[in-house]
């Protein structure tokens, strides 16, 4: 079975018990729509054990591109790594002192979408061309990936094409509680993906308390709260 969720952000013990209510198994793949870190008090720790996972699919948010660009500039200023890495480790205030160099380099290279023949998963929003479909996610900047807030509007629909996965907003910000929010298509039965716009999955874990996901092959929605 396949899970989707986003914007964990840090919320570690949310996520091993939503991981422990779904079952979820070697057998079994997670893809995370970014945000991993901050808000919460154990983004390290959650990032170290989500890369441990060779069956998750891991996106970069906002939040670890901010991150990485912090990384960058003090890369630029400094040729001290030791002086760099405790910088780094400062960022996250509650377990910076678990950041080592291997997560650093490993949330570098963390993409910034994920597609399949069914579905697109990325952070923020997908590029849309004036009539409303969706550009190839290649050519879009990692800035319009994880920034992008005119996707979270419930008028902003791709005309055709797949269904897209993202986060970035919290579901109570536009009105719909904790809670991950379907756009069908016209006339869909609604238990399949393709029957789908888009899936908004960010249930403010951080600020609500409660952290969902979705199946894709039944298109189930499981949570957890405090």
């Excluded at 919460?40 to 660009?69: C, I, P």
């Excluded at 377990?95 to 949330?107: I, N």
């Amino acid at each position: 079975m396949t899970y989707i969720l986003s914007d964990i952000h840090g919320e570690y013990e949310l996520f091993c018990r939503l991981m422990e209510k779904v079952r979820f198994s070697d057998g079994d793949t997670l893809i995370s729509c970014g945000d991993m870190i901050e808000k919460g008090k154990h983004s390290v720790r959650l990032t170290k054990l989500l890369f441990s996972m060779k069956n998750a699919v891991l996106l970069a948010g906002n939040h670890e591109y901010d991150f990485l660009k912090y990384y960058w500039a003090l890369m630029r200023q400094n040729d001290d790594y030791g002086l760099v890495l405790r910088k780094l480790q400062e960022y996250f205030p509650d377990d910076g002192e678990l950041l080592d160099w291997d997560t650093v380099d490993r949330m570098e290279a963390l993409p910034y979408f994920y597609e399949t023949d069914d579905y697109i998963c990325v952070h923020a929003g997908a590029p849309l061309d004036r009539e409303g479909h969706i550009l190839p996610l290649k050519e879009a900047s990692p800035e319009q990936l994880v920034y992008d807030r005119i996707f979270k509007e419930p008028q902003t629909v791709p005309k055709a094409g797949k269904c897209v996965f993202f986060g970035h907003t919290t579901s109570m910000s536009l009105g719909y509680g904790a809670q991950i929010t379907r756009y069908p298509r016209e006339g869909a039965r609604g238990d399949r993906v393709a029957d789908f716009y888009k899936i908004h999955l960010d249930t403010g874990a951080w600020m609500s308390g409660v952290l969902g996901c979705f199946r894709v092959e039944d298109c189930m929605e499981f949570y957890i709260g405090k």
